[in-house]
């Protein structure tokens, strides 16, 4: 069992930066891949960025690819989502979430776990 808790969300405006951060309660972190996803009001969870347990593999949504950044720490359980020139359309929660293996999954069924998330919203 992995209990996942994300932090760091808030409001920002338009070209503005978050760094939002979730923290693994179990000592296997470092055996899981991990992903952030996003839901708005009224739309279906998206994938928004995977890392691979050692880091080495990551992906990320085409819509987010050159402004934000996935990466993790797995001496302290860590997994970060580097968030920079916010528009208003990133307005979403935020969740967490770790999938058994080693890869980089980029769809919601592969993971296993999730965080509670954590509200962005970008103003314009």
């Known amino acids: 069992q992995v209990q996942l808790v994300e932090g760091g969300g808030g409001v920002v405006q338009a070209g503005g930066s978050l760094r939002l951060s979730c923290v693994a309660s179990?000592?296997?972190?470092?055996?899981?891949?991990m992903g952030w996803f996003r839901q708005a009001p009224g739309k279906e969870r998206e994938f928004v960025a995977a890392?691979?347990?050692?880091?080495?593999?990551?992906s990320s949504a085409d819509s987010v690819k050159g402004r934000f950044a996935i990466s993790r720490d797995n001496a302290k359980n860590t997994l970060t989502l580097q968030m920079n020139t916010l528009r208003p359309e990133d307005t979403a929660v935020y969740y967490c979430?770790?999938?058994?293996?080693?890869?980089?999954?980029?769809?919601?069924?592969?993971?296993?776990?999730w965080g509670q998330g954590t509200q962005v919203t970008v103003s314009s």
């Open positions: 890392i691979s347990w050692s880091g080495a593999m990551a």
């Open positions: 979430a770790a999938a058994y293996g080693t890869a980089a999954p980029t769809t919601l069924k592969q993971y296993h776990y």
């Open positions: 179990a000592r296997t972190f470092p055996h899981y891949a």
